[in-house]
């Protein structure tokens, strides 16, 4: 089934669309190497769980309106990582707010090169222009420190500390432009 009620957001360098089952083999690649997930649960994915976060992906937008994307190189199509906003109603102390929360991730290949930054900064437009949330919140492992770059280059700020799923854990929140303007 196509995904065409998921917006296609294009930058310099990259094109965010929704995801395809055309996707999974990169995906389950991406999320299956050691360096990736190495900061966000430090267990490759399986075939399985990665079945479920497609799924996960499209049902966002099914249900809440948002999500994540796909995001690939313009030149090549090659995918080159995943953002997006999710409500994933995360079971850690203290709780997450009921912020929309933000949330990044590349193939090993493609690190350093800004693309992060890039696809984070179309998807906060994004959320600025549709959804308009007052806030948005993301977590980071302490010791990730190119996601920590990331969150400050796109305007987060810390706001606490957390333990999620046994350790421990940075939270983030970004002021939305028009919430900014309206203190």
């Known amino acids: 089934m196509p995904t065409t009620d998921i917006p296609t957001l294009e930058t310099e360098r990259l ?13 389950l690649a991406m999320w299956a190497d050691p360096a990736v997930v190495r900061f966000i649960s ?5 075939r399985e769980e990665m079945w479920s976060r497609l799924l ?3 049902g966002h937008w099914a249900l809440l ?3 994540f994307w796909a995001v690939r190189e313009k030149g090549t199509g090659r995918l080159v990582g995943e953002v997006g906003l999710g409500d994933f109603h995360r079971d850690m102390q203290p709780p997450l707010s009921s912020a ?10 493609n690190h350093g090169k800004g693309y992060a930054t890039e696809a984070v900064r ?3 437009a994004w959320a600025d222009a549709h959804l ?6 993301c977590i980071i492992a302490p010791e990730n420190t190119a996601s920590l770059r990331v969150a400050d280059k796109c305007g987060f700020r810390q706001t606490g500390q957390g333990i999620y799923m046994g ?9 939305a432009p028009t919430a900014q303007s309206a203190r």
Request: glycine content about 12%; charged content about 25%.
């Open 15 to 27: 094109v965010l669309q929704g995801h395809r089952i055309e996707d999974f083999e990169d995906c």
């Open 42 to 46: 430090g267990k490759p994915s399986t």
């Open 56 to 58: 996960r992906y499209v």
């Open 65 to 67: 309106g948002y999500g």
């Open 100 to 109: 929309v929360e933000a949330g990044w991730v590349l193939a090993s290949g």
């Open 122 to 124: 179309a998807a906060l």
């Open 132 to 137: 308009r949330p007052e806030r948005v919140a």
């Open 167 to 175: 350790q421990p854990t940075l939270m983030f929140e970004r002021v």
